[in-house]
């Protein structure tokens, strides 16, 4: 069963030797019960700099997979307590990054709830920086009015 949502997501950098970044973003989205756990995704736009690129979290249990598709390509893995490599396709290069995720912590229901991830991140192994996902979902209430799912 797939849902109309609103997904605000935000999202904190640090790198050596540059300001932190942060990042604030609200987007309409879609949340699919799997029988294995939930699927999450939205449409990029020009504000994050990757338009024409889905997104999508497959939440399943402890792990959660990133996927980009379209204008970048990437798959990069979450679980806490482990370190998952994987490549991560530009429009100008491809990079080899390795994920350690220190904290995973999901609350996604049918209706919705919070995923938060914070991890560093290397690339080509060396230690690059720091991150975190804040993420909560929430049913679009527009859709439930208009009589939709």
Same mark, same amino acid.
């Given at each position: ?14 790198y050596e030797g540059t300001d932190n ?55 990069? $893995?979450?679980?806490?307590?482990? !370190?998952?490599? +994987?490549?991560? /396709?530009?429009?100008? &290069? #491809? *990079? %080899? $990054?390795?994920?350690?995720?220190? !904290?995973?912590? +999901?609350?996604? /229901?049918?209706?919705? &709830? #919070? *995923? %938060? ?33």
């Open positions: 069963m797939t849902k109309d949502v609103i997904i605000s997501i935000r999202g904190a950098q640090e970044d942060a990042v604030q973003l609200m987007t309409a989205g879609q949340l699919t019960q799997m029988a294995d756990g939930y699927e999450l995704s939205y449409q990029e736009s020009e504000v994050t700099g990757m338009e024409g690129t889905t997104t999508t979290f497959q939440i399943q249990g402890p792990r959660v997979t990133l996927l980009r598709t379209g204008t970048v390509c990437s798959q990069m $893995v979450f679980e806490e307590g482990r !370190r998952h490599l +994987s490549l991560y /396709s530009t429009p100008y &290069g #491809n *990079l %080899e $990054v390795g994920i350690a995720t220190s !904290r995973l912590d +999901s609350s996604i /229901s049918p209706t919705g &709830g #919070n *995923l %938060e991830i914070d991890y560093s991140i290397e690339i080509d192994h060396a230690l690059a920086g720091y991150n975190c996902f804040r993420i909560s979902v929430k049913e679009d209430q527009t859709a439930l009015k208009q009589g939709g799912v």
